[in-house]
């Protein structure tokens, strides 16, 4: 594990921060945003820590612009609040933002797999299946970096097996504004084994070409992720 290192950009009152394994982006303002998006979600920014700009971008070697812009994207989805002349702080997560979220964000998968069921070749069926074969040992590690990396290609694979770029367009943008979400719901335990085992749910059903079932079992995959984040955020205030 990676030794925890302070943020320069925290007050004294806050807790540290850590680096985390980012999901592919060439961005510099998104891998700004994921990074501290990570911290907020995991608990390790708490709730009114302010954020610094100009220690922010000397932690990134960045400009303000891009640290600016990765704020303004972590307040559109409610996790900094932005004060005029006062700047950015963190934010708490409300429950119901989180289920919302996850909702919108079922109904885009369930579709992707539904259409994934009938119009994945076979090619891409078989690497979705090597991708939650190869999954099985990072559970047992409890490597939990690398199977957030993994869980990412799973569902990337599934909407690239749409064959339709729209759709996958829209699905990867979502995706990608939740993903820290979507990471800190596997900290929960034992939730690493169980996203694996919703994943062979949905591969069952992708393999047997039932689109309708890999959709419901989309569904409920995503309900789980939601419930396990918020329970995870419950323990975080207790």
């Avoid at 920014?45 to 812009?69: H, N, Y």
């Avoid at 989309?218 to 205030?237: C, D, P, V, W």
């Amino acid at each position: 594990m990676q030794e925890r290192r302070r943020n320069s950009f925290l007050h004294t009152d806050c807790p540290e921060g850590h680096p985390i394994t980012e999901p592919p982006n060439p961005l510099l303002s998104e891998r700004i945003r994921v990074a501290l998006a990570d911290d907020i979600t995991s608990g390790q920014l708490a709730l009114g820590c302010l954020l610094d700009e100009g220690a922010i971008a000397a932690r990134f070697g960045a400009s303000r612009t891009p640290v600016r812009e990765a704020i303004r994207q972590l307040a559109a989805v409610g996790l900094v609040d932005m004060r005029p002349r006062r700047g950015a702080i963190v934010s708490g997560l409300s429950t119901q933002r989180i289920i919302d979220m996850f909702e919108m964000s079922a109904e885009i998968e369930a579709m992707c797999v539904r259409l994934a069921a009938h119009r994945m070749n076979p090619v891409e069926r078989s690497r979705l299946a090597r991708l939650h074969e190869d999954s099985e040992a990072m559970v047992a590690a409890g490597d939990l970096d690398a199977y957030a990396n993994l869980n990412w290609a799973f569902h990337e694979t599934i909407y690239e097996g749409t064959h339709n770029a729209f759709l996958a367009e829209q699905a990867l943008a979502l995706r990608d504004r939740m993903a820290a979400f979507r990471r800190t719901q596997l900290r929960g335990q034992g939730r690493p084994a169980r996203s694996r085992a919703e994943h062979g749910d949905v591969l069952n059903a992708i393999m047997r070409g039932d689109g309708e079932e890999a959709a419901r079992c989309m569904r409920a995959h995503m309900f789980h992720a939601s419930l396990a984040l918020e329970r995870y955020i419950e323990t975080l205030g207790q």
